[in-house]
């Protein structure tokens, strides 16, 4: 578009009375610590300080996210704490976290804010976006210790040789008279394959993964043992109902390798892909960055991973063996 035309769209908007102007609210996001060091690790929790500044008597929402990712989760805002504009209205730093779940460059979206004013305006705001730098869990595992020594040459006594050799002598000795009666003795009926383990008793992937969720309930393992624990089994059951019904190398690979995995299965469901996100994000939270989240929403996790399974189970399969 040329200058020209800019300016003549401009001039027909201003004589429409529809001039676009400046958001009465503006929205900066800031990185406040990253757990006390420089680029956080995976699972570490981020505290991240959104300014505010909106006129007075202005009405706004808690900040969220433009999008939601799958490298990222962010946590509930913080109570937010104010001070007056110098300049006239005032100014709002609102608290919040963000847990990075992939190592690497990791690209935050903006937050965005609902806001009303007193003449009756209303609209939304958003700031820009940060990239965070994420470091793996363990790193540095290849690197060679500096107190690690090469190992010291110790020499042998000549009559510790003669020692040895008669030992080594002995023992050729007694592993040929061994060989020999071994060859002597009748061969063994050949025995028939043990065969493998059946980790879903017999039943299908799916009634198994509904069973032992119905136990889980019914066991109150959030109670008994807490949230972890809770979490810990609930997406074991979820990873072994993918392997067993979809075929997915489910216990070996990450949250985020399962859900790319999974695109292509469930492509014609993009609520159901949206729910297996939902779970193992959750889970993730509570295994790696050691979020407790209240029995209010852990609880329905359980129902939102059985109707999972019931969306997304294979009617021909009838038991294990058809896995």
């Known amino acids: 578009m040329t200058a020209g035309a800019t300016l003549a769209g401009w001039l027909v908007l201003a004589s429409l009375g529809v001039v676009p102007a400046e958001s ?5 996001l800031e990185a406040a610590s990253v757990a006390g060091e420089a680029a956080p690790r995976i699972g570490d929790r981020v505290d991240l300080v959104v ?7 202005a009405t706004l929402s808690a900040p969220r996210p433009v999008e939601q990712g799958e490298a990222y989760a962010f946590l509930a805002p913080g109570p937010a704490s104010g001070s007056a504009d110098p300049e006239g209205g005032v100014r709002r730093e609102i608290p919040l976290t963000v847990v990075p779940l992939q190592v690497g460059e990791v690209a935050l979206p ?28 363990v790193e540095g595992a290849d690197a060679e210790p500096a107190d690690i020594r090469g190992p010291a040459e110790m020499p042998v006594p000549a009559s510790r040789l003669w020692l040895l050799a008669g030992v080594g002598a002995l023992a ?3 592993l040929g008279a061994w060989l020999w009666r071994r060859r002597r003795r009748p061969a063994p009926a050949a025995l028939a394959p043990a065969p493998p383990p059946d ?6 992937p799916a009634d198994w993964a509904l069973r032992e969720l119905q136990r889980l309930v019914d066991g109150d393992l959030l109670g008994r ?6 979490h810990v089994r609930l ?12 075929g ?28 297996l996100r939902q779970i193992l994000s959750a889970c993730d939270l509570v295994k790696f960055a050691r979020h407790r989240p209240p029995d209010g929403e852990a609880l329905p996790l359980a129902a939102a991973c059985r109707r999972f399974v019931e969306e997304t189970r294979v009617p021909s399969r009838t038991g294990a063996g058809a896995a």
């Open 24 to 28: 009465p609210v503006t929205l900066e």
């Open 235 to 246: 997406a074991e059951i979820l990873r072994w109902f993918l392997q067993g019904e979809h």
């Open 199 to 204: 980790p879903f008793d017999g039943l299908s």
């Open 248 to 275: 997915l190398d489910a216990l070996e690979r990450t949250s985020t390798e399962i859900l790319a995995a999974a695109e292509e299965s469930l492509r014609p469901l993009p609520a159901t892909r949206a729910r």
């Open 110 to 137: 903006g937050v965005e804010v609902d806001w009303s004013l007193p003449d009756g305006r209303q609209g939304t705001s958003r700031s820009d976006g940060l990239t965070l730098s994420v470091r793996p869990t």
């Open 225 to 230: 043992e807490g949230s972890l624990a809770y």
């Open 172 to 174: 050729a000795a007694l």
């Open 51 to 57: 300014h505010v500044t909106a006129p007075l008597g």
